[in-house]
């Protein structure tokens, strides 16, 4: 079955940390890769996305991700974590035109 | 990047009656949106898919005719609530693809409906 898993509902670091969020997808084909930030009662952010050509796709805000076909994985990176950052992220995937899914979504906490 | 509008961003209602929400796309015409339901700390839940001109697409279990679609125009679909409940109450949000980067959606604000 076609879905987007982020295995972490989630996650806690201190302030200048790194981070880094899951995740995974099944479908038939490659396709289109998205991550999203939400703050609370607001829309969604793009953050990056990756159609094709270079699996290393940086963003805005600092954030990287890595396409690793092999594995089904899109994980989301930052080297350094501000308090700003504190916020919902929804990994999501796109297989046409008229599909776009999302996952469970990833809540982040930074501490002080 | 694109302008989604989407309006109100909060609004409550009493039970029974209707309500309606508007999502605009600014500086680039949709031709086609999408409206999502999202519950508290929960992702994003796909309601219908809409093309302007035709009528919208629904996902499986979501009632029709309690949430009337209508994408009139290349930059503007609404969606209407009727007979609401509180059991309506969430948070919805429109996303639209189109102009030159179709590839994209670009999301609205969210409204946040809650139903007395």
């Known amino acids: 079955a076609q879905s987007v898993t982020q295995p972490d509902i989630h996650i806690t670091v201190s302030e200048g940390a790194s981070l880094e969020l899951r995740c995974n997808y099944s479908?038939?084909?490659?396709?289109?890769l998205f991550w999203y930030v939400q703050s609370p009662g607001q829309g969604l952010q793009l953050l990056l996305k990756y159609f094709s050509g270079d699996t290393l796709v940086q963003g805005i805000k600092g954030f990287e991700a890595e396409f690793k076909r092999s594995q089904s994985s899109f994980n989301l990176r930052k080297p350094s974590v501000h308090w700003s950052d504190a916020a919902e992220y929804f990994c999501?995937?796109?297989?046409?035109?008229?599909?776009?899914?999302f996952g469970a979504g990833t809540r982040l906490t930074v501490k002080p | 990047g694109a302008v989604v509008s989407q309006h109100p961003s909060r609004v409550i209602c009493k039970s029974g009656t209707s309500v309606k929400i508007e999502c605009r796309s600014l500086d680039f015409q949709a031709t086609t949106m999408f409206w999502y339901r999202q519950f508290p700390k929960k992702s994003l839940m796909l309601m219908a898919t809409?093309?302007?001109?035709?009528?919208?697409?629904?996902e499986q279990g979501v009632e029709k005719d309690k949430f009337l679609i209508n994408h009139a125009s290349l930059t503007l679909s609404t969606l209407t609530v009727t007979s609401a409940h509180p059991e309506d109450s969430s948070f919805y949000i429109c996303?639209?693809?189109?102009?030159?980067?179709?590839?994209?959606?670009?999301f609205g604000q969210g409204t946040r409906l809650t139903v007395v």
């Open positions: 479908y038939g084909a490659t396709p289109y």
């Open positions: 809409s093309n302007e001109g035709s009528k919208a697409t629904y």
């Open positions: 999501a995937v796109g297989l046409n035109n008229n599909d776009m899914r």
């Open positions: 996303s639209a693809r189109g102009g030159q980067d179709y590839t994209e959606a670009f």
